[in-house]
T-cell receptor, first 113, second 113 residues
Framework: DTEVTQTPKHLVMGMTNKKSLKCEQH?????MYWYKQKAKKPPELMFV???????INESVPSRFSPECPNSSLLNLHLHALQPEDSALYLC????????????FGDGTRLSIL | GESVGLHLPTLSVQEGDNSIINCAYS??????FIWYKQESGKGPQFIID?????DKRQGQRVTVLLNKTVKHLSLQIAATQPGDSAVYFC????????????FGQGTRLTINP
């Protein structure tokens, strides 16, 4: 079982809905990440939080809004998504930075109607 | 384009044989590499990592080789088992600009009984 927990596992939403994806880890990791993975493609980095501060935003559209309430939690707020945003959204964490292994959750499978 | 790539998109091996999955990278300044395994419906699972000051690193049934001269990375899996069936990604830390983990396209490993 993964030590990074993501909820929900599946989410179907309309283009006008607002929803949030949640990620939690209790490994004491201080870096947390959001990735997007389309079918048959590798994960692509979206956001990086380091010590609860946003350190990298890979030019992600503003309809995706990350939040890191504390060192164990990471949220991704969704609003006015497009059908092409349908994908697997993966959360990961690492001890302190990029040069340490990132541990991934099993993702949220998001479908936009 | 992607700085990390794989030579073959699919690989089939007989159960019990050794598997070798290859990866080429183009950024000679990269200094940290990771192999991940992703099973269907799950997030990427850390297998093994290697830093550029090493040529070889061994884990349980896995060995990673790094050839910096030709910018090549490989993952060897000994005595392949059915549970090894998955997509394998190599990943590289790009150190130009903001550091980030970049995944290769992946190789699907299929184990034949």
């Amino acid at each position: 079982d993964t030590e990074v927990t993501q909820t929900p596992k599946h989410l179907v939403m309309g283009m006008t809905n607002k929803k949030s994806l949640k990620c939690e880890q209790h490994m004491g990791h201080r870096a947390m990440y959001w990735y997007k993975q389309k079918a048959k493609k590798p994960p692509e980095l979206m956001f990086v939080y380091s010590y609860e501060k946003l350190s990298i935003n890979e030019s992600v559209p503003s309809r995706f809004s990350p939040e890191c309430p504390n060192s164990s939690l990471l949220n991704l707020h969704l609003h006015a998504l497009q059908p092409e945003d349908s994908a697997l959204y993966l959360c990961a964490s690492s001890l302190a930075g990029m040069r340490q292994p990132q541990h991934f959750g099993d993702g949220t499978r998001l479908s936009i109607l | 384009g992607e700085s990390v790539g794989l030579h073959l998109p699919t690989l089939s091996v007989q159960e019990g044989d050794n598997s070798i999955i290859n990866c080429a990278y183009s950024n000679s300044a990269s200094d940290y590499f990771i192999w991940y395994k992703q099973e269907s419906g799950k997030g990427p699972q850390f297998i093994i990592d290697i830093r550029s000051n090493m040529d070889k690193r061994q884990g349980q049934r896995v060995t990673v080789l790094l050839n910096k001269t030709v910018k090549h990375l490989s993952l060897q899996i000994a005595a392949t088992q059915p549970g090894d069936s998955a997509v394998y990604f190599c990943a590289e830390i790009l150190i130009q600009g903001a550091q980030k983990l970049v995944f290769g396209q992946g190789t699907r490993l299929t184990i034949n009984p």
